[in-house]
């Protein structure tokens, strides 16, 4: 009988070795896999905090902007509203009026150019200080004194603009 039990506790030795080296290989890989979901957990922990952090950042960034929003459009209603709005949109209206002309009258567009012209010499004296901007909308010897209606220039020597 002993004869039996040798080779039975050969076996049973054998086996319990193979099984010692799979529980000690599956503990390795159990502490691999706890350290691998540690560290995945981590890498989540951060990547929500990041996530956080930007989705806090989006937030104000998007409070801030409709704040700003809000006042821009305060601000533009009042510039809408301020005295002299009225007559620059009638300036544009007045441009495009032109423009149109420009374009489908013949006999409009030079003397429209001859007008921007003197305008704009006129414009010019004035920024230089040659002349007077109230004086020029507003002659009062020109007003009082043409009661025909006809619009009288003076000309000088260096004019070469003949008389209307």
Request: aromatic share 6%; glycine share 6%.
């Given at each position: 009988?002993?004869?039996?039990?040798?080779?039975?506790?050969?076996?049973?030795?054998?086996?319990?070795?193979?099984?010692?080296?799979?529980?000690?290989?599956?503990?390795?890989?159990?502490?691999?896999?706890?350290?691998?979901?540690?560290?995945?957990?981590?890498?989540?922990?951060?990547?929500?905090?990041?996530?956080?952090?930007?989705?806090?950042?989006?937030?104000?960034?998007?409070?801030?902007?409709?704040?700003?929003?809000?006042?821009?459009?305060?601000?533009?209603?009042?510039?809408?509203?301020?005295?002299?709005?009225?007559?620059?949109?009638?300036?544009?209206?007045?441009?495009?009026?032109?423009?149109?002309?420009?374009?489908?009258?013949?006999?409009?567009?030079?003397?429209?150019?001859?007008?921007?012209?003197?305008?704009?010499?006129?414009?010019?004296?004035?920024?230089?200080?040659?002349?007077?901007?109230?004086?020029?909308?507003?002659?009062?010897?020109?007003?009082?004194?043409?009661?025909?209606?006809?619009?009288?220039?003076?000309?000088?020597?260096?004019?070469?603009d003949k008389p209307s």
């Amino acid at each position: 009988m002993e004869d039996a039990i040798q080779p039975f506790l050969l076996g049973l030795g054998i086996g319990l070795l193979i099984c010692l080296i799979i529980l000690m290989r599956e503990s390795f890989k159990r502490s691999a896999l706890k350290k691998q979901i540690k560290d995945l957990k981590n890498h989540l922990h951060q990547k929500m905090e990041i996530d956080a952090e930007a989705t806090h950042f989006k937030k104000t960034e998007i409070e801030e902007l409709k704040k700003e929003n809000e006042n821009l459009r305060i601000t533009n209603q009042t510039l809408a509203q301020k005295p002299g709005r009225r007559e620059l949109i009638n300036l544009h209206i007045y441009q495009r009026a032109i423009d149109i002309m420009s374009e489908s009258a013949h006999g409009f567009a030079p003397m429209w150019q001859k007008a921007v012209k003197e305008s704009e010499k006129d414009i010019e004296q004035f920024v230089e200080g040659k002349t007077s901007f109230v004086k020029k909308i507003i002659s009062p010897i020109s007003f009082f004194s043409n009661s025909s209606g006809m619009e009288t220039k003076n000309i000088g020597p260096g004019d070469t603009d003949k008389p209307s």
